[in-house]
Structures are given as C-alpha cells and as structure tokens.
C-alpha cells in the first residue's frame, strides 16, 4: 500500500491561466474522489469516479472544472481561466468496495492564485 | 441531505488531560460515520469509522468514540492528551458514497 499521491504539491498561478492537477489513487481501489478545502473548513466534495465512469459532480464543479480518469486508475482535474476564489487546497482521495469503506487521502495540492 | 456538526471550533486542554471532541450528525438511516485527523499542510488520516456492530469504536493513537443514535452523536475522547495531538480534526458521515464534513475542531495542546 503506497497511499495515494499527488502531484504538485504546490501550484502558483496567475489568474486566468490553466492549471492541471494529477492524482494517483491506492492501486487496487476502484472509487476516486476530489474534494476542495479552504482555510479552515472542511473539505467540499468536487466529484467522483466509480473505476473510469464520473457518477457525481457537485454543484461547486463549475464548467471551469473538469475532471477524468481515462483509464479507471490515475486522474486529473483541471482548472481553466483561473480565478481568485479557485485558491484553496484539492484533496484526492480512493476507496474499495462498499460504502462504509473509509476513503484513503493523498496529501493534496495546494493552489494559489496570483 | 445530511449535516454533521462538530461544537467548538477549537478546544484547548492541558497535557495528560482528557480529550473530548464533540460531533452531532442529521441522518433518517443508520449513518456510516468516520473521525479524521489532518495535521498542517497534509491529507486527512483516518482515525476510526463506525459502520455497523459495536457501538464504542477504537481507533489509532489511543483516540476512540462512541455512536449514539438516541443522541445523534459520534463524539471523540481520548483519556490523555498528548503534544502530538495537536492537529485538526474532522467528523464526517457517508451519503451515497460521499461525505459530508463537518467544519473541524482545531485541538491545542498547553503543556
């Protein structure tokens, strides 16, 4: 179990540009979720993925956001045209199974926009 | 739609002091319900889950918590409070594969 990862670390950006954010979820999970966290709050679900099939967007996913994983592992969410309001912390996580499975956390990526 | 509140959005006790982090949740269903730990700049750990079975969860670090229904509660106690401790710590409860957080409790630890 290598736990999930996520790559960068830390995006700076200037507003209005592209920003792409990868994530590596724990190899034998089949659930991916993306999830937004701001300065002392608690984590927005964004969306998730049920092996490669995207089964949930949260209202927050504007059509900015997009998100894929193209092959049921990896995933990627993209942000365009970059606002101010976009900087926070994207979290990453997976899951196996059933519902009451806990969902397993990369580190996330923190995102700042200039 | 569920909600999940944790009372206190920072708690303050003394090393060697008991612990207790509050979490009332809003569900009509047997809820599925997880505390997690995230320490500054990094992902959130799972401490311990409630799904179904005994209703005095253990979790790691010496953390446990105990599901009321009567009471919609899922409150962390932890018997002696250690440096280490000092983090943020969430509760959350599962709707259809998602969950749904509360707002955190910052936990300080005086020495």
């Known amino acids: 179990d290598t736990g999930v990862s996520q790559d960068p670390r830390h995006k700076i950006t200037k507003r209005g540009q592209n920003v792409t954010f990868r994530c590596d979820p724990i190899?034998?999970?089949?659930?991916l979720y993306w999830y937004r966290q701001t300065l002392g709050q608690g984590p927005e679900f964004l969306t998730y993925?049920?092996?490669?099939?995207?089964?949930?967007k949260s209202r927050l996913l504007s059509d900015r956001f997009s998100a894929e994983r193209p092959k049921g592992s990896f995933s990627t969410l993209e942000i365009q045209r970059t606002e101010q309001g976009d900087s926070a912390m994207y979290l990453c996580?997976?899951?196996?199974?059933?519902?009451?499975?806990?969902?397993?956390f990369g580190d996330g990526t923190r995102l700042s926009i200039l | 739609a569920q909600s999940v509140t944790q009372l206190g959005s920072h708690v303050s006790v003394s090393e060697g002091a008991l612990v207790l982090l509050r979490c009332n949740y809003s569900?009509?269903?047997?809820?599925?319900l997880f505390w997690y730990v995230q320490y500054p700049n990094q992902g959130l750990q799972l401490l311990l889950k409630y799904t179904t079975g005994a209703t005095l969860v253990k979790g790691i670090n010496g953390f446990e918590a105990e599901f009321k229904k009567s009471e919609t509660s899922f409150h962390l106690t932890k018997p002696s409070a250690h440096m280490s401790d000092a983090a943020e710590y969430f509760c959350a409860v599962s709707e259809n594969y998602q969950l749904i957080w509360g707002a955190g409790t910052k936990l300080i630890i005086k020495p």
């Open positions: 993925f049920q092996n490669e099939a995207q089964l949930e």
């Open positions: 190899s034998e999970h089949n659930r």
């Open positions: 996580a997976s899951s196996s199974g059933q519902e009451n499975q806990p969902q397993h």
């Open positions: 569900s009509s269903v047997p809820p599925y």
